[in-house]
């Protein structure tokens, strides 16, 4: 009976979105096709009569708020309203459609899980003395992008407006990303060392406490290198304990030091054309949207702000694995360096499906490139990743992602040498 009514509810989430499409004119991008609350005549009246009628399905729904409805709740309100909604001033309405300033193109938006990151507080002013409100492009909601199964404890966003603009509340995410990333990255009771790292923190834990664990979490520039031997890379696991999605796998924590200047070494990561030159299984990567392409610290997002496509081969696999992410690059206050992030992404447009393509997703990607005082062509990296990939079964997931942790700084060591070689 339980899976007779989930494959009801995803047919009824098709009809939805199928809905949606029909009614509105092809081609015309700047029409809003919403699957939550706001493109209404009257909009508080259809909000009214949409809580009525989930406060009389059951006790266990949110009916407090706009922001407790899903695309799910709208599709049912006027199923069963087929003449339309009657507006405050009598009008018949027979579409939940209409034009609005602020548009909402939700089948083609890119939607980024933001239920561990608590942005609620952060965005409320965005719904302040608005008329029109999107559920996801002006606050967080539980409804998911097309194709994605409904979790009432999940929350996300939409990065864009599904015709390249920036949503209203795509910068707050990232910020919010940013500050629950980095704080993970520095939070020393999260990680434990591995073995070969255990035995060296016993002799080098005074030297190279202040590179690893900042203090009180302040990331500034590094005053002096320690002696240490250039080749050492330390790495941590860890679990993250939100009970969110993907915190059943672990993460992977490591740091080191690269011999490129920071500046150097975000350039090249951040530059979807360079991938090849540290990544020897890349087939590439591709921007899809750019939504702030410098590192202006007053510009929207405050840094470099893009969704890529990349694609790698792995050692005998013959399949490629895919991964669609926004990334992110800011500066650290303070000279300090700059910050990577990095976080799967979810299109609302379905995916042309492939056998050859395994879709893999970064929960969580992280680097910390810390400067160094007097060393200006050198840095030292803290990366965090937490991957999910169908490719990876659970048992071995803990041990590949430290492998490919430890290479990755490596690689980045490597790519260094040869650019110094090649002057």
């Not at 004119?25 to 096709?33: I, K, L, N, S, T």
């Not at 999107?134 to 992008?145: G, V």
């Not at 320690?226 to 740091?255: K, Q």
């Not at 490919?404 to 790519?415: C, G, K, L, P, Y």
Request: with cysteine; aromatic share 8%; glycine share 8%.
């Amino acid at each position: 009976m339980k899976l007779k009514k989930l494959f009801k509810r995803r047919n009824k989430r098709k009809d939805a979105d199928k809905f949606l499409v029909d009614t509105v004119p092809p081609g015309d991008c700047r029409m809003a096709r919403s699957l939550g609350v706001g493109l209404y005549d009257d909009d508080y009246k259809v909000t009214e009569l949409i809580l009525a009628q989930l406060k009389a399905s059951g006790p266990d729904r949110d009916t407090t708020t706009a922001a407790s409805i899903t695309s799910l709740d709208v599709f049912d309100a006027y199923e069963q309203n087929p003449g339309g909604f009657v507006t405050a001033n009598g009008g018949n309405m027979r579409s939940p459609i209409k034009h609005v300033t602020e548009t909402f193109e939700r089948v083609s938006s890119a939607f980024l899980r933001v239920a561990d990151l608590q942005i609620h507080s952060s965005a409320r002013h965005l719904l302040m003395g608005r008329t029109v409100v999107h559920p996801n492009y002006h606050h967080p909601s539980s409804d998911a992008p097309p194709g994605v199964d409904h979790d009432p404890k999940e929350e996300w966003v939409a990065l864009d407006d599904g015709c390249g603009a920036t949503s209203p509340i795509a910068p707050y995410a990232i910020a919010a990303l940013c500050e629950f990333g980095l704080k993970t990255a520095l939070d020393e009771g999260m990680w434990k060392g591995e073995s070969h790292t255990n035995k060296f923190w016993k002799n080098a834990q005074e030297s190279w406490e202040p590179l690893v664990w900042p203090a009180r979490g302040i990331v500034g520039p590094i005053k002096a290198l320690p002696t240490i031997e250039p080749d050492t890379v330390l790495v941590w696991s860890g679990n993250f304990m939100h009970g969110y999605y993907g915190s059943d796998l672990p993460a992977i924590r490591a740091a080191g030091l690269v011999n490129m200047s920071p500046r150097a070494l975000v350039d090249m990561l951040m530059d979807s054309t360079r991938v090849k030159e540290y990544n020897t299984m890349s087939l590439g990567r591709k921007d899809m949207l750019v939504l702030q392409e410098d590192m202006d610290p007053d510009g929207p997002f405050r840094g470099i702000t893009k969704i890529v496509q990349s694609e790698t081969q792995p050692p005998m696999i013959r399949k490629t694995v895919q991964f669609t992410t926004i990334l992110h690059a800011r500066k650290l206050p303070n000279d300090g360096g700059y910050l990577l992030i990095s976080r799967a992404v979810h299109h609302g447009a379905p995916s042309i499906l492939d056998s050859n393509i395994i879709r893999s997703e970064i929960l969580m990607g992280l680097n910390v490139i810390r400067s160094i005082e007097g060393e200006p062509n050198q840095s030292f990296m803290i990366n965090v990743n937490h991957i999910r990939s169908p490719l990876i079964p659970f048992f071995v997931a803990k041990k590949l992602g430290l492998s490919a942790a430890s290479n990755f700084i490596v690689d980045m060591r490597e790519t260094g040498a040869k650019k110094v070689a090649a002057k």
